[in-house]
């Protein structure tokens, strides 16, 4: 694997989960939710924040993955991610099989990254890799942002 495909994916992860954490740290904000029209334009916000790595030629999927009812859900869509961190019970967003896939990966790598809270990249062939980037908002592990980073596309 190239080192600096994946070290361009980690930073865009990296970012991407910075991101995402400055707005779900506004969600928790009691006054947050009293404003008219604040729901909406974080759900957009998010929504920017998650269709933004997707504009690199390499980056093919990202999600944010949570522990939700004992097991590990994917959240793709800004609406899922603010209902989950505004402690509303969301759903899988979709039954997708690969991103079950992940989610099995993610559950093999959910201790360590919890207790090292260090983006973790796992190479699966020649050029594809799937990177998880720690998402902690508030300073407390939430969950990661996940990229399925492929080197091959678009050359």
Do not use: C
């Amino acid at each position: 694997m190239n080192w600096s495909k994946q070290n361009s994916a980690e930073q865009i992860g990296n970012l991407t989960a910075a991101s995402l954490e400055i707005l779900v740290e506004l969600i928790s904000k009691e006054n947050f939710r009293t404003k008219l029209g604040r729901e909406n334009e974080i759900i957009h916000a998010l929504n920017t924040i998650l269709k933004q790595p997707l504009m690199n030629r390499n980056v093919e999927t990202v999600f944010v993955i949570v522990r939700q009812n004992n097991s590990f859900i994917a959240l793709d869509d800004g609406r899922s991610v603010f209902n989950y961190f505004d402690n509303i019970d969301v759903a899988k967003t979709l039954n997708n099989e690969e991103y079950q896939s992940v989610l099995d990966e993610y559950s093999k790598i959910h201790a360590k990254m919890t207790s090292t809270e260090l983006t973790t990249s796992i190479v699966k062939n020649s050029g594809l890799f799937y990177v998880f980037v720690p998402l902690v908002p508030h300073g407390e592990y939430s969950g990661a942002v996940f990229l399925k980073f492929d080197q091959t596309l678009h050359l």
